[in-house]
Nanobody, 126 residues
């Protein structure tokens, strides 16, 4: 059974940095598209970043491009989202997601993904 477990959320100030993690249990993260989404209060779940199966293509939402960085550590079976220059509008629950099928490019559509973590809350205070 595949499980995704996020961690690292917290309360930070505007302009601060934070790195959140998503550890994958039950299979390797290599060879599968993975993504980060977020959901702010009263908002729909929105795309943040995604990586294709090979890790060679990383996609970012315009709202985070240049501030957020997707990475992964295969030895720890964990992916990360480094968030710099945080803004109040980045406040949300952040979720990692994974594709059931191998060797796919991934998507910005949350309905594409089969596995989800429980979320980690990031609150940016001004």
């Amino acid at each position: 059974q595949v499980q995704l477990v996020e961690s690292g959320g917290g309360l930070v100030q505007v302009g601060d940095s934070l790195k959140i993690s998503c550890r994958v249990y039950g299979r390797t993260l290599n060879g599968y598209a993975m993504a980060w989404f977020r959901q702010g209060p009263g908002k729909e779940r929105e795309f943040v970043s995604a990586v294709n199966w090979s890790g060679e293509k990383i996609d970012y939402a315009d709202s985070v491009k240049g501030r957020f960085t997707f990475s992964k550590d295969s030895t720890k079976n964990t992916m990360y989202l480094q968030m710099d220059n945080l803004k109040s509008e980045d406040t949300a629950a952040y979720y990692c997601a994974a594709d059931l099928r191998a060797f796919k490019d991934g998507s910005r559509d949350p309905n594409y993904y089969d596995y989800w973590g429980q979320g980690t809350q990031v609150t940016v205070s001004s």
